[in-house]
């Protein structure tokens, strides 16, 4: 076990080092400097999280991730632990190695996003749930209130453990038996008084992040592409071996005479299956994003390794269990090496790495551009449409220079930061374009905001001798208004 613990934190620590800080990072990085209780898209989990890092470890790209770096490691001990309660040593080793490379749960262990501390705190809400159900003490339900909170502190996914514990509750007699006592009710209580500094901030706040999952809007007529994606996730995320597994496993229960006593394999199946079919539902209205569900993998892993270890009846022959485990592990390894390794192959003529090369490339030159900036003692803004990009540019000016994003929504929760102290201020306009298309109508767009712009030369990036993609810059003087 210590062994897999080992080779997966040190997996997740070569990405660190290898993989710069990607533009969502920073963009949760910025909200660490401005503490709040609530932020436009998530609670403020990743940002105590990205906080306590750089105070221990600096505002470097390992400061940044270092808290989710540890709690990644301390989340699969937790894991490894629950799924050993619930299938046995041997497959709960095989949920733990399937884990440390997956990617539905490895790359939550280094960055810097709310799937982290929300999957960290998801798995030790059923620990505690589990261990407060076999006792007779209401100390382990506060434990469980208190960790359901800091789950949906980190993440609203959080909000759909009291259903599955009220639901495997009611399907079993102990459970049953514990709703008539108070441990459960004040759990529940607790966790809704974590919470509640986050509900008062949405109330101050139009309710901002409460709505931001439906803020696309309601799209029923692709409820049919959206079931088929998401139903598609499991064999993706979990290769299609253990997804298929999960599911014989699942189909075992169902058969099994004694599906509602064994409570062990049925916190598996509540535990999977009703957040599941709440993505499921969600997705008639609109898109749910792949790592959303991630939450559903932490209890469809230890359930379908329960079946190829040969746990129901349906499990398969050990020889074929082998070769098959072999495959998956081998094609996950894979996957997660190449994060690694495709920036380092941007000279190929491989599109898949020119493409993942692209993504980390030209930022050097806009850094230089940007330290140019930090040198005038008006302090610039830093301007985009793109509010990922302009959280990216006050990364890279270390944080001197302040970020202003003109795009609608998120220009609101800068708003909350920012005053009319801005006004009249100049800063730096920055755009992606394809090489050989320039943006047009920038200057026309931006007049809207500001007095006065100068268009500057664009920033040429190329791999391999090639141009692949360009900065356009602008100058703008006069901040009119934030409007």
Known sequence: MLAVLALGLGLRLAIAMAVPVLEAESYYWTWSRQLAWGYFDHPPAVALLIKAGTLVFGDGGLGLRAGHLILGTLASLMFWRFCRRHVGPRASLGALALASIAPFWMPFGV?????????????????????????????????????????????????????????????????????????????????????????????????????????????????????????????????????????????????????????????????????????????????????????????????????????????????????????????????????????????????????????????????????????????????????????RMEWLSGGELMGLPLRLDHRHQYRWWLGPELLGRDGLYVTKAKPDKPVAGIAETLERWFERTEPLPPIMVELGGEPVRRFELVWCEGLRTLE
């Not at 434990?143 to 909000?159: A, Q, R």
Request: charged letters at 15%; proline letters at 7%.
């Open 111 to 391: 960055a810097a996003t709310p799937d982290g501390p929300m999957l960290a705190c998801w798995v030790a809400s059923l620990l505690a749930f589990w261990s407060a159900l076999q006792g007779q003490r209401t100390a382990p339900w506060l434990l469980t209130g208190l960790l359901v909170g800091l789950t949906t502190l980190s993440k609203y996914n959080g909000g759909q453990l009291p259903p599955v514990f009220v639901l495997f509750m009611l399907a079993t007699p102990r459970g049953r038996a514990w709703l008539r006592r108070p441990g459960p009710w004040l759990a529940l209580l607790l966790a809704g008084l974590v919470l509640l500094p986050n509900v008062l901030w949405n109330l101050d706040h139009n309710a901002t992040t409460v709505g931001m999952p439906f803020k696309s809007g309601f799209e029923p007529e692709q409820a049919g592409l959206n079931l088929l994606k998401l139903g598609a996730l499991p064999f993706l995320l979990m290769t299609p071996l253990v997804a298929w597994a999960w599911l014989r496993e699942s189909l075992a229960w169902w058969r099994s005479p004694e599906r509602w006593s064994d409570e062990r394999r049925l916190l598996l199946i509540v535990g999977s299956w009703a957040p599941m079919l709440a993505f499921l539902a969600v997705s008639i209205l609109t898109e749910v994003h792949a790592h959303w569900a991630a939450s559903v993998f932490v209890c469809a892993t230890p359930l379908a390794l329960r079946n190829l270890d040969g746990g129901s009846a349906t499990g398969p022959s050990p020889a074929w269990l082998r070769r098959s485990l072999a495959l998956g592990l081998g094609w996950m390894l894979t996957l997660a090496l190449a994060v690694v390794l495709l920036p380092t192959l941007a000279g190929s003529d491989w599109k898949l790495a020119r493409r993942a090369a692209l993504e980390l490339s030209g930022w050097d030159e806009l850094t230089e551009r940007i330290d140019e900036l930090r040198e005038r003692p008006d302090a610039p803004l830093l301007v985009s449409m793109n509010f990922h990009l302009v959280s």
